[in-house]
């Protein structure tokens, strides 16, 4: 992987995700306002940790092999989310 320079777009994300997910400045209080700063930490982190993947080029599907009907395929996943968007894994059938 190239050096990053300190302007590039790249390198802001990753610091903003670093400061998401410090555990010194995230408060481990089990209150409304406690956990609704961590959920929204969470999600902002994942869109970062997104965003640097898709610069960098790298897939967000992984490849896994599963078996399936007694044959062993290599398959898409999506994000596991279970949504109606998550249609990655599935095959089409004429």
């Given at each position: ?25 995230t408060s481990l ?66």
């Amino acid at each position: 992987m190239p050096a990053l320079h300190e302007g590039t777009r790249v390198a802001k994300n990753i610091k903003t995700l670093v400061g998401l997910v410090d555990p010194a400045t995230t408060s481990l209080e089990n209150t409304e306002d406690a956990v609704t700063d961590m959920e929204e930490r969470l999600r902002g982190a994942q869109l970062k940790a997104k965003l640097i993947q898709r610069s960098l080029g790298e897939s967000d599907e992984t490849v896994t092999d599963t078996a399936m009907a007694g044959n062993k395929e290599t398959r898409l996943q999506g994000d596991g989310s279970g949504s109606i968007e998550d249609i990655s894994s599935l095959r089409i059938r004429h």
